[in-house]
Each structure stands twice: as structure tokens, then as C-alpha cells.
């Protein structure tokens, strides 16, 4: 879905948005509060300049309009991969969007993010899966690293690697496995706007993913395996 007729569904045709290349900004009402939403299209590469956009409008966000709650419309390939980029030091920027995001949420701004079209590495890393929660069109794409990747970076035969995604949502890309894992809390489907009305009401700030993940089936360790790092703690 393009963001346009994403847009469209959630908050009319005078929705307000507007994108300036490959970023998405806007102040909307929704349901007659304000509603900020940042975002970005076209499978965008995080770059030092997008990540520092995005960065700023979430500051300005939290001087300017104290409370109000930020939707992230995520559509992105990951970090640009750039030389430029990395030598203007790329990660410290991605790693300023996450911290802007994490200081939105301890002053008591509700993020929610929404994968609509494409979410991997990086890009998603700082984005939705920073928010309070994160949620999924069902016809969007989510990966960390495609197997030929993963099996170059772990030296295992990509054979393996295929047989394990069949069975372990940990080595499979889709939205569904990463539901299972506990990623993304649920599919947005039909409704929309009721969609983002339920998510915003649920006030819960907690990490949820690794009991979801246990609970689903999708990660059977890592809730566990907290637990016992926090109760030796």
C-alpha cells in the first residue's frame, strides 16, 4: 500500500501529510485530538540526513506539543549503505533517532509504530521496533537479512538456513513470523482507523515482545532466560 492511500484510510482525504522526498510528516487529528505522524516511503535508505530529519521533527514534537502521540509509518530497506554516509557516522545518527524516540516515550508521548510497506535491518531497528508497540499491514515485508546473507554471515549452508526457516520464525522473514516472535504485537486489518483507536488506548509502555514470543510459540527462550538475568540482577 502506498502512503498516500494509507493515509487516505486512516484519517480522510484532508489528512494533511506531506513527503518530501523519501520522509513523511504531518499533524493530523484523530479523533479530534492531535495525532503526529512521521514516516517514510519508497523503501527509503536511513541515511545520516533522513534519520536526523525524523530526529528533529520528534524534538520539536516533545518542546512544542507535550503528550501528543507519534505514529511512525515505516517503509524502509535499512541504512544506506553510502561511504559518505558512514564516514559522517551514520551509526551515531540512526542511534539519535532511537534515543529521540526513547526520550518521546519518557515524556509520556505514545509511539506507535506501522510497517505498511517494507521494514528491514537498521531502519526498522530504530523505528518500530523502539516503540511502545508495533504493528503490521498483513501485505508487508519484514526481515533482518535475507538467507543468502545470513548464510555468508554465519557460515552455515544455505540449505540449513532454508530448512530452519520453514519451522523457526527466528530465520524467516514475513510479518507473520515476527507476529509469532512477538516484533510486531498484531496485524492491522479491514478497519483501520479502529486499528490505531484500539492501539493508541492501550496505554501498556511495558516490553511486551519477549512474553508475546513465548506465548505465540515464536521465541520459547528469551522470556525466560530475562527473567533469570533480572531475578540475579
Same mark, same amino acid.
Given at each position: 500500500?502506498?502512503? *498516500?492511500?494509507?493515509?487516505?484510510?486512516?484519517?480522510?482525504?484532508?489528512?494533511?501529510?506531506?513527503?518530501? &522526498?523519501?520522509?513523511?510528516?504531518? @499533524?493530523?487529528?484523530?479523533?479530534?485530538?492531535?495525532? *503526529?505522524?512521521?514516516?517514510?516511503?519508497?523503501?527509503?535508505?536511513?541515511?545520516?540526513?533522513?534519520?536526523?530529519?525524523?530526529?528533529?521533527?520528534?524534538?520539536?514534537?516533545?518542546?512544542?506539543?507535550?503528550?501528543?502521540?507519534?505514529? %511512525?509509518?515505516?517503509?524502509? +530497506?535499512?541504512?544506506?549503505?553510502?561511504?559518505?554516509?558512514?564516514?559522517?557516522?551514520?551509526?551515531?545518527?540512526?542511534?539519535?533517532?532511537?534515543?529521540?524516540?526513547?526520550?518521546?516515550?519518557?515524556?509520556?508521548?505514545?509511539?506507535?509504530?506501522?510497517?505498511?510497506?517494507?521494514? /528491514?535491518?537498521?531502519?526498522?531497528?530504530?523505528?518500530?521496533?523502539?516503540? @511502545?508497540?508495533?504493528?503490521?499491514?498483513?501485505?508487508?515485508?519484514?526481515?533482518?537479512?535475507? /538467507?543468502?546473507?545470513?548464510?555468508?554471515?554465519? *557460515? /552455515? *549452508?544455505?540449505?540449513?538456513?532454508? =530448512? %530452519?526457516?520453514?519451522?523457526?520464525?527466528?530465520?524467516?522473514?514475513?510479518?507473520?513470523?515476527?507476529? =509469532?516472535?512477538?516484533?510486531?504485537?498484531?496485524?492491522? +486489518? &479491514?478497519?483501520?482507523?479502529?486499528?490505531?483507536?484500539?492501539?493508541?488506548?492501550?496505554? =501498556?509502555?511495558?516490553?511486551?515482545?519477549? =512474553?508475546?514470543?513465548?506465548?505465540? &510459540?515464536?521465541?520459547?527462550?528469551?522470556?525466560?532466560?530475562? +527473567?533469570?538475568?533480572?531475578?540475579?540482577?
Amino acid at each position: 500500500m502506498d502512503w *498516500k492511500t494509507l493515509a487516505e484510510r486512516l484519517f480522510g482525504s484532508d489528512h494533511g501529510l506531506t513527503a518530501e &522526498g523519501d520522509f513523511i510528516t504531518g @499533524d493530523v487529528r484523530f479523533d479530534g485530538a492531535p495525532l *503526529k505522524v512521521i514516516g517514510t516511503t519508497g523503501h527509503a535508505p536511513i541515511g545520516v540526513q533522513l534519520a536526523l530529519a525524523q530526529a528533529r521533527v520528534v524534538l520539536d514534537t516533545i518542546e512544542r506539543q507535550p503528550g501528543c502521540p507519534i505514529l %511512525l509509518l515505516i517503509d524502509t +530497506q535499512g541504512q544506506q549503505l553510502r561511504r559518505r554516509d558512514e564516514l559522517l557516522g551514520i551509526n551515531r545518527a540512526m542511534a539519535h533517532l532511537g534515543l529521540c524516540l526513547d526520550l518521546a516515550r519518557r515524556r509520556g508521548h505514545r509511539v506507535i509504530g506501522l510497517v505498511y510497506d517494507q521494514a /528491514l535491518s537498521g531502519g526498522f531497528i530504530t523505528s518500530g521496533l523502539i516503540a @511502545d508497540a508495533c504493528y503490521a499491514l498483513p501485505e508487508a515485508e519484514i526481515r533482518v537479512m535475507r /538467507l543468502p546473507a545470513m548464510a555468508r554471515i554465519t *557460515k /552455515l *549452508k544455505p540449505e540449513l538456513l532454508e =530448512a %530452519l526457516s520453514q519451522d523457526n520464525p527466528v530465520f524467516a522473514p514475513g510479518v507473520e513470523n515476527y507476529v =509469532a516472535m512477538g516484533g510486531v504485537r498484531a496485524l492491522w +486489518q &479491514g478497519d483501520l482507523p479502529q486499528a490505531l483507536r484500539g492501539a493508541l488506548a492501550d496505554a =501498556a509502555t511495558d516490553d511486551r515482545r519477549a =512474553a508475546d514470543g513465548a506465548a505465540r &510459540g515464536g521465541r520459547n527462550l528469551a522470556s525466560d532466560v530475562a +527473567q533469570r538475568v533480572l531475578d540475579a540482577a
